[in-house]
């Protein structure tokens, strides 16, 4: 079973590849009205699960995205990249 932390950040980038890709076929097809809609319902998508993983183990990003809570808390635990994260 994989572990919430995983679940959120595989949501994170599933939203993430979305929006880019949607944004992709949007700079060739700016008039296509569905597609606008999905991209826009994928983009609070990815920012809804950017913070809620965010909100339970740090920021993403060190800068431009999250607020930090006092004291700074850049990283107090594994990076997502770290083998312990899977564990």
Known sequence: MRSSRRNLLDKVLEYSFACIELNL???????????????????DKYAQARYDYEIKYGPLTNFGYSPSNYPWRWVCGYWPWDNEFYE
């Not at 949007?26 to 991209?39: R, T, V, W």
Request: hydrophobic share 15%; aromatic share 16%; glycine share 0%.
């Open 25 to 43: 076929y949007l700079d060739n097809n700016p008039e296509d009205k569905n597609a606008l809609n999905s991209y826009n319902q994928y983009s």
